[in-house]
């Protein structure tokens, strides 16, 4: 893994963050970017934002100038100031999601870490890829397709909850 931060003017927002990026092989893992009020998290669905999390590969060192190489300390408390200001969030939703319980989502992004379902209301969860791919008919592993999933734990570095027993289905919304 490498880590970098950068200065990011959010148009939507209003204001100018320091954007702090973990990539793999140029390709986005975690992001967050500090306001001086607030934190966004690619971890959590924002309203008129979704996740905020740069799509494909990108040459970070080479990419944009104001670029700054930083250490995998330096990220893990900038990510983990931000997952201690989501702890409220994070500890309700998984009150009302328990392990065991089925639930209904819809698929929303490709990631390297899965495939990851919206439930609404910011909460999201990962599926593994691959079990997702062998649980549908031709042509319905796309962005929107609802699913039915399994919560099989959670995932702490994410908060996201942990997915298993993918049942994809024809039924597709945006």
């Known amino acids: 893994m490498k880590y970098y931060k950068y200065n990011d003017d959010n148009d939507l927002i209003g204001e100018s963050g320091i954007r702090y990026v973990e990539a793999r ?21 924002y309203p008129g934002l979704g996740i905020v999390l740069a799509e494909g590969a990108c040459d970070y060192d080479g990419c944009f ?3 700054t190489p930083i250490t995998a300390d330096e990220f893990e408390r900038e990510w983990a100031s931000h997952l201690e200001a ?6 309700f939703l998984k009150a009302a999601f328990e392990i ?4 209904t989502g819809r698929i929303r992004w490709f990631l390297p870490m899965g495939v990851i379902v919206d439930f609404g209301d910011g909460v999201l969860g990962v599926a593994d ?20 999933v399994v ?10 909850l942990v997915l298993s027993s ?9």
């Not at 140029?26 to 669905?45: P, Q």
């Not at 919560?151 to 996201?160: K, M, Q, R, S």
Request: aromatic share 10%; proline share 4%; net charge negative.
């Open 65 to 67: 100038p104001d670029v």
């Open 151 to 160: 919560v099989d734990g959670y995932d702490e570095t994410f908060h996201w």
């Open 25 to 45: 092989e140029g390709v986005a893992i975690r992001e967050v970017t500090v306001f001086s009020k607030f934190r966004i998290g690619s971890n959590i669905a």
């Open 86 to 91: 989501d702890a409220g969030r994070w500890g």
């Open 129 to 148: 890829g691959d079990e997702c791919r062998n649980s549908f008919e031709p042509g319905y592993l796309e962005s929107g397709h609802q699913v039915e």
């Open 166 to 174: 993918p049942r994809v289905s024809e039924n597709r919304s945006q």
């Open 100 to 103: 065991g319980r089925s639930v």
